[in-house]
Structures are given as C-alpha cells and as structure tokens.
T-cell receptor, first 112, second 112 residues
Framework: DAGITQSPRHKVTETGTPVTLRCHQT?????MYWYRQDPGHGLRLIHY???????DKGEVSDGYSVSRSKTEDFLLTLESATSSQTSVYFC???????????FGPGTRLTVT | TQLLEQSPQFLSIQEGENLTVYCNSS?????LQWYRQEPGEGPVLLVT?????EVKKLKRLTFQFGDARKDSSLHITAAQPGDTGLYLC????????????FGGGTRLMVKP
C-alpha cells in the first residue's frame, strides 16, 4: 500500500473555528491532492500541489487554503469552518498529473 | 452538471447476477480510470484504459473504453457480495483538462 496517512481521522468542530487537516506521504510523489466526498457528488477536487510551495485551486476551493512546505506534507486549512464543509476529506498522491492516484484513509469532519 | 456522468447511481442485485455500469461524457479523454471504494476507505484503482475501443478484463470485471474516448463501461459477471462498493470513473487529458475529474459514482450492493 502507498504510504499515505491523514490526521486527524475524525473531527467535530464548531462553526467559525479554524481547522487544519494534514496529509503525509512517504512515496516522494510530486502531486498531492485534497478532495471532498459528499453523497451524490463523487470526489470533488479542492486544491492540489505539483511541488513544494506550488499549489493551485480545484473545483471547490472557496473557503479552503493549502500549504506544502515539504514534499511529504500537504495541509488543508478551513479558516472559518461552516456547516457546508461537513464532509469526508481525502488526500491523494500521484507521480504524474494524470497517473493513478493513491488515496489516504480519509478524514470525517463534522461542523456543528 | 458533472463532466463525467455515471449511471446508475445505485444498484442492488442478487449474488450471481450480471450488471453494467456506465460512465459518459461529452469530452474526449486521453485516459480513463476506474476505482472501487469500500466503506471507510479511500478509492483504489482497478484499471486504466487509454486506447479507444480498448477492452480490459480483470477476473469477472470487463472494462471498455468507447471508440470516441468519451465513455466507458464496467461489466461484472456473476456478481459476488465482495463486489459491493462504490465504483468511480475518472478521466482527464485532451479537451477534458489536465486534471483527473471523477464521476459521481455508482453504489453497488450485492446481496447473498
């Protein structure tokens, strides 16, 4: 299995609080992604990174920011969480842009 | 409207039945991937198809890429309870953009 971990695995937070999710890889893959998964929507790309300090927006980036200061770590931050951000968040990695993606185990976030 | 439309969204069948899941788009892809996701886990790649008209078999699963590279199908023969899960298609390249885009998924339940 690809070495991808996500932390925390579960989190409950209140509306308006900041939240940071962490993705850590041991595969030295160039690309890292953050997705959210909601019923009926499949996986929607939030942000992705193509190298250290190189990031770009995805389909549903509003309300989210990311940072990648090291190859192995990709952080997703919700500056002020809202109930609409309740979701399951997946991190993924790949060697190339259209290559197979390897997914982490997911983080279930509930914003009350 | 999603770039990739999957149908049906839900499918509940008895063990031993055959089924087909479809992934359709108006965009042309350079490649199309199929993933399976089990509850509580991240998606895992099943197959990648890259040539128009290509057929790939993985035991009881048959994957086909449309001649025009706009659609794909997954056929399962003699489904088993272990096939239960969420099936996701993902495409990218050509006029579909430089990032993988995921369909909404087909949730399959195979009852013993």
């Amino acid at each position: 299995d690809a070495g991808i971990t996500q932390s925390p695995r579960h989190k409950v937070t209140e509306t308006g609080t900041p939240v940071t999710l962490r993705c850590h890889q041991t595969e030295n893959h160039r690309y890292m992604y953050w997705y959210r998964q909601d019923p009926g929507h499949g996986l929607r790309l939030i942000h992705y990174s193509y190298g250290v300090k190189d990031t770009d927006k995805g389909e549903v980036s509003d309300g989210y920011s990311v940072s990648r200061s090291k190859t192995e770590d990709f952080l997703l931050t919700l500056e002020s969480a809202t109930s609409s951000q309740t979701s399951v968040y997946f991190c993924a990695i790949s060697e190339g842009q259209l290559d197979e993606q390897y997914f982490g185990p997911g983080t279930r976030l509930t914003v009350t | 409207t999603q770039l990739l439309e999957q149908s049906p969204q839900f499918l509940s069948i008895q063990e031993g039945e055959n089924l087909t899941v479809y992934c359709n788009s108006s965009s042309v892809f350079s490649s199309l991937q199929w993933y399976r996701q089990e509850p509580g886990e991240g998606p895992v790649l099943l197959v990648t198809v890259v040539t128009g008209g290509e057929v790939k078999k993985l035991k009881r699963l048959t994957f086909q890429f449309g001649d025009a590279r706009k659609d794909s199908s997954l056929h399962i023969t003699a489904a088993q309870p272990g096939d239960t899960g969420l099936y996701l298609c993902a495409g990218g390249g050509y006029n579909a953009g430089n990032m993988l885009t995921f369909g909404g998924g087909t949730r399959l339940m195979v009852k013993p």
